[in-house]
């Protein structure tokens, strides 16, 4: 379970986002990848208010669950470029400083200028390449016809190149404050430049799945959804990324395909012989996914399940726990290629 | 740091001289010129921005309001608000009073022969968005033809063709001069038995080209085609007489002639909105409402469905006294003043290339423009950030015309009657500032 214990500890945030006050329920997933919690954090990075409550809210959830938020560690390179724009006082003197990263990053040649490196919602034209270097570390390049956009590309090739896959995917943009750029920056530019990040994020993504051998992680079905939309939209559903992300494939080994019978009735069967339900329904709705990266090298499809449980079991324990049951009760399924679970775990009183 | 390869900037740049502040004030003797005039009444320009006096250069894109139309506005909420058209009480009458009476007061600012010739609308988007979903879909049949121009604006294209692949009738697109202006000649030879419509900018908000309306319109009524006029960049800032220039539709939208966002007019002849369908359905466009059938008022409340834009309208209206009190004749001569002078600051800069038309034929006071090496986003930040002067960089809403041209994007400062040459003179010496910086 390699890849399972290294994205441990990244948290997923999920409820009444920025609500201050209100506890958001915090849903663990061992094998979140760090996009997802990324998404919920880039959320933060929209305001910096909302997101020192939100972040606030998980930390202080995070404790009452016995659980460790686990604090953000920056690439040494990134570290040190956020360390000197911090240190800039002047606005002017920030331009210049960007300018000078620019002029550092060598022109990117036109056959890397595709649409699948082009920076999608920036106000100039952006492009960004990512390839593997040695010892498994990515490297990037990038280029745009702004200057200033280019320098915040630079900024991030920069900062980003030469280290692993994984430490690329776990970040979150809560560094792009540390920049102290955000004045000088309108809107439509910061969100450019988070889109930017996110790029660099799924190309080193795409890189992390393509070196594992066989199966696929569930990461690339949670970034194949919406979520990568800029934070307006992203605010709005906090309850769909718990859903699809509420799901693994921690197995880089491959594992071989399903048993000839129904991974549907499987499901059913245990959750049934554990939880005695009252209502238990399950749903496969694979072929809603068949598109996506993730699902692809998997056969027979069974990939992507809706569950509906209702057991008494589940009375006045939080919906952390629930889900964990589930999932522990389905440890075997998630293993073997079932990439993601939607579920929702009532208790019968709560049945309207 | 340095050993790190990252390399080092100063922490402190030099210190920075707002543009604004540099350009000397006008000499005591010359006579106060209508942006000098006008200026108190915009509160909204005496502010700094970034730490420098705001410069606000981009009227094209939206203008600011005097406070007599702020103040009729508050007037109306706070005072007299209620609903129009219907209802007998006292409140409900003087609404509906001055919310027709500042139709009354389009229909004598553009010409018009009656109010019944003005449809209120939300913008002029909408407005050619109602005549393209009303007239376009009624009439245009599958191989009719619709003339449009490389330079319109996007709600001048979109429209036409969503409703051209619903009926199947066809777009042709007239293509600029050398110029960079309409060509004419070519629109001309675009005609046929097919061509049904001819819609067109009357002022480009990116060339700043002036196109002679009134031949186009006699043409293609020659050829038996109606005409929709885009004036929303020329009814803010000189006469236009509808009348005058026989134009079957012409629309226009509030916000940048001073008065508020959310209101706009859709001109059409007479007879051309007897014959014309509902738009939206509902309240107020109705006569008779039957559970199986409802009977529709006639022009122009057929085409307003729901309670009205009714405080925008009237502000509106107090828009429109404001602006015919300065005189729209006062007002075109000093912008013509002003653009002549924007073009030749602007072109004296090295590396500057400005779109269309040269400033020897008439321009709107406006100027779309690249610097070479510089990319128009980074231009208009360090512009805003360093000097508050406020322009715009992108495509406009035109698209298209950028195609054309061969670039992605563009710099515009596009002026109003209350912006003086001193501000101009401060954004040109931004400019200079900013143009070293990047060089």
Redesign the interface.
Known sequence: MEAARHFQGSWLCVGDWPAPGKRAALLRVSAAPSPLGGVSLSAIAASSRSAKVFRVNCTAAAAAAGEQLEEEVLPDKLR??VS?FA???????A???L???AK?LPPLPDEHRTDANKVVGC???VWVRAYLGDHGKVLYEAD??????KGLAALLV?GLSGSRPREIIRLTPAFFHMLGLKQ???PA?TSGFYNMFRLMQKKALEMEMDSSAGSSPATAAVLASPKESDDARSAATPAAPAASAATRSPSTIAESSPPASSRSVAIEKKLQEALAPTVLEVEDVSHQHAGHAAVRGTTGGETHFNVKVVAAEFEGQSVVKRHRRVYQLLEDELKSGLHALSIVAKAPSELG | MAALGLGFIALHGRPRACAAASSAPAAAAAPPVLGDVTRPHFPILDQTVNGCKLVYLDNAATSQKPVAVLDKLKDYYSVYNSNVHRGIHALSAKATEAYEVARQKVANFINAETYREIVFTRNATEAINLVAFTWGLSTLREGDEVILSVAEHHSNIVPWQIVAQKTGASLKYVTLTEDETLNVEELKGLFTKKTKLVSLHHVSNTLGSINPMQDIIRYAHDHGAKVLVDACQSVPHMTVDVRGLDADFLVFSSHKMCGPTGIGVLYGKHDMLMAMPPFLGGGEMISDVFLNHSTYADPPLRFEAGTPAIAEAIGLGAAIDYLSNLGMDNIHAYEVELSKYLYSKLSSVSGVRIYGPKSGSERAALCAFNVEGIHPTDLSTFLDQQHGVAVRSGHHCTQPLHRHLGINASARASLYFYNTKREVDAFIDALNDTIGFFS
């Open positions: 040190e470029i000197l240190a800039v006082r002047d606005q002017r003197a331009y210049e400083q300018m000078h990263y550092r106000v100039s034209r745009s016809d702004s200057i200033l956009t920069e000088s920056l309108t530019r």
